[in-house]
């Protein structure tokens, strides 16, 4: 299957600091990707649907100027945490959809962050 | 409103026999359905999937049942091995459109050796 790569897989930050984690579609095309978060022993929660070369579209309750997603390219999207501070801490995961697919999402294999 | 329900949160099944996860849905739109295994700290994996105009599809030890009528889809793993224990999730979609999948809470196997 398409193969989605996360950068970095694990960061440790300072409150207040911010954390840019990286989203790539290694061997497809992908015009739209999304963000989830997920908390210990809970479901993917979908922050945002990421658009290439448009704006992300936010789900209720998340803070765009918080989490800030670029998509400049069919094969890269990245997520900043802006100021963040130890309730960010999560894990982190995107997902992109080929081009051509179905409607089959392929996810990275997430980001740790830990605020302290 | 959940959309997609897991109503198990955890299912323990001994080696060698059928692992039966359960999946419920609300919005009759819905009509693309994945399911996705993930094991702690990793990405979920695809699995399956099917579409409405079918009402099973097979791949190796793993099948997906769906019933229309009754809003419901079924994965079947048989026979189940240790290396099945993770956290499963099913997905629903519409079919067109970059909307994205809705998820349910999962469902925690554990397969005892």
């Known amino acids: 299957g398409a193969v989605v790569s996360q950068h970095p897989s694990r960061v440790i930050c300072k409150s207040g600091t911010s954390v840019k984690i990286e989203c790539r579609s290694l061997d497809f095309q992908a015009t739209t990707m999304f963000w989830y978060r997920q908390f210990p022993k809970q479901s993917l929660m979908l922050m945002a649907t990421?658009?290439?070369?448009?704006?992300?579209?936010?789900e209720q309750g998340v803070e765009k100027d918080k989490f800030l997603i670029n998509h400049a390219s069919l094969t890269l999207s990245t997520l900043t945490v802006t100021s963040a501070h130890p309730e960010d801490s999560s894990f982190y995961i995107c997902s992109a959809r080929e081009t051509t697919s179905h409607n089959e999402q392929f996810f990275g294999p997430g980001t740790r962050l830990t605020v302290l | 409103d959940q959309q997609v329900k897991q109503n198990s949160p955890s299912l323990s099944v001994q080696e060698g026999r059928i692992s039966i996860l359960n999946c419920d849905y609300t919005?009759?739109?819905?009509?693309?359905f994945l399911w996705y295994k993930k094991y702690p700290a990793e990405g979920p994996t695809f699995l399956i999937s099917?579409?409405?105009?079918?009402d099973k599809n097979e791949d190796g030890r793993f099948t997906v049942f769906l019933n229309k009528s009754a809003k419901h889809l079924s994965l079947h793993i048989v026979p189940s091995q240790p290396g099945d224990s993770a956290v499963y999730f099913c997905a629903a979609s519409p079919n067109s459109g970059n909307t994205p999948l809705v998820f349910g809470k999962g469902t925690r196997l554990s397969v005892i050796a």
């Open positions: 099917i579409s409405s105009i079918k």
């Open positions: 990421s658009n290439e070369g448009s704006k992300a579209t936010y």
């Open positions: 919005n009759s739109m819905f009509d693309y």
